[in-house]
């Protein structure tokens, strides 16, 4: 039963990430289609949603397919570290 659960996870991180390169080439490709830095750093701001936000569910999925093996401590250190990089992205 798990290991359906760990390919259907692992396909959902895949997917996810798919996703998200294919969001990042046609941001890409805008700023080089506008020609305009005013344009390209606003388009840049909306994708500072898009890396985190995909980083989240990617760990969530990894994590609820997992969360059987994992001991609490470990599940701790993992959303601890998460919180660490996203607290590094957003901070001043």
Do not use: K
Not at 38 to 67: D, F, H, K, Q
């Amino acid at each position: 039963m798990w290991d359906g659960l760990r390919e259907h996870a692992v396909a959902a991180m895949g997917t996810l990430r798919v996703i998200s390169g294919c969001i990042e080439i046609s941001a890409g490709l805008l700023m080089l289609y506008f020609q305009s830095l005013e344009r390209a750093l606003a388009i840049n701001a909306g994708l500072s949603l898009v890396g985190p936000t995909v980083l989240i569910l990617v760990t969530a999925t990894g994590l609820s397919a997992m969360a059987e093996e994992l001991s609490w401590r470990r599940i701790f250190l993992i959303l601890a570290g998460v919180g660490l990089i996203l607290r590094g992205i957003f901070s001043d």
